[in-house]
């Protein structure tokens, strides 16, 4: 029976990617490795990882071919380490562990357990892309969704900006089924990555009520978010800089009176986040903390008179960045 090993290497966020989409260079390799993209620190792109699992002991020419396709690894030595049994357990057990959020059940493919009854289900495999349920942002998306649709709140047209996996789309596509719903990412792999999670939880993609229509933007910027604005719900699950500079943007296609709800930041940079969106004309309605990063539910306040804005104007104030969901 083969043994198991890893192979660790620094990397930046996208060269995690183009590595772990390059089928064709990763069947080439002997053995074929299963690969694992991970931060190693929250919310920056230039620190990560791949993790690399084999099936047997890789040949240095295998683990020379990884490391020429990762150029931030160039000066760093390969960290391969042989796996005990039980070590491998753990982490097939950590990849199969699902997630409860409020009323969303959120598991992998490998999954073989039930649902808690009267929970809404959802497949997001593990390997593919950002905002699987796992970590504390997505989740607290969830809860605070679900605690919405609880109140009563109804919303006719959803926006969710930095899509990652689709999963907030999808959640809010299970709770306001006859809305209207637009998914952006300004990655096209999490796009694709939608769409396949899609079918998954056979959720309708199209541009009618009651399916997500998806399109790859830079925030705002984009034709189908802006012909299709204002929004009584924006979600926007990314990063504090982002969540700033996006703020105008946001005010001009979010309807007055409508909710927007920001996630992906820390504890301490929710002072700023919150002072950028004040001065934009909303105010803070609601806030749900999980551990260090709060989730919070904002409400645009209405204007009246010559000078109310109801729609974008198709231009974006924020400069290139990562806007990929948790």
């Known amino acids: 029976m083969a043994e198991d090993w890893t192979l660790t290497l620094p990397c930046t966020r996208t060269e995690a990617e183009l590595l772990i989409e390059d089928w064709d260079f990763l069947n080439g390799l002997e053995p074929m490795p299963s690969l694992v993209g991970e931060e190693v620190v929250a919310f920056d792109a230039e620190q990560w990882r791949i993790v690399a699992y084999f099936d047997g002991k890789p040949p240095k020419q295998t683990i020379a071919a990884l490391h020429r396709r990762l150029p931030s690894a160039a000066s760093v030595e390969p960290a391969l380490k042989r796996l005990k049994k039980d070590d491998w357990l753990l982490?097939?057990?950590?990849?199969?562990?699902?997630?409860?959020?409020?009323?969303?059940?959120?598991?992998?493919?490998?999954?073989?357990?039930a649902a808690p009854p009267g929970s809404v289900p959802f497949i997001i495999p593990a390997s593919q892309a950002f905002g699987t349920g796992g970590h504390e942002t997505t989740s607290g998306c969830l809860a605070v969704l679900g605690g919405m649709k609880r109140l009563g709140m109804r919303f006719e047209n959803i926006a969710d900006i930095g899509t990652g996996t689709g999963l907030l789309a999808f959640a809010a596509c299970r709770l306001w089924p006859h809305s209207y719903l637009t998914a952006s990412d300004i990655d096209p792999i999490s796009i694709d990555v939608t769409a396949q999670n899609a079918h998954l939880n056979r959720v309708k993609l199209g541009h009618r009520i009651g399916t997500v229509a998806l399109c790859t933007a830079m925030g705002t910027d984009h034709d189908l978010i802006q012909r299709r604005a204002p929004?009584?719900?924006?979600?926007?699950?990314?990063?504090?800089?982002?969540?700033?500079?996006?703020a105008a943007d946001f005010a001009q296609v979010i309807a007055d009176g409508g909710s927007l709800i920001l996630a992906g930041l820390l504890d301490s940079q929710c002072h700023c986040v919150l002072r950028a969106y004040r001065a934009h004309g909303f105010r803070l309605q609601a806030r749900h903390d999980k551990g260090d990063w709060p989730c919070l539910h904002l409400i645009k306040r209405r204007r009246y008179g010559w000078r109310r804005r109801v729609r974008g104007n198709k231009k974006n104030s924020h400069p290139p960045g990562d806007f990929g969901s948790w």
């Open 91 to 113: 982490i097939s057990q950590q990849g199969l562990k699902p997630v409860q959020a409020g009323r969303f059940f959120v598991h992998t493919p490998e999954y073989a357990g």
């Open 231 to 246: 929004y009584d719900l924006l979600i926007a699950n990314i990063l504090a800089g982002p969540l700033i500079e996006l």
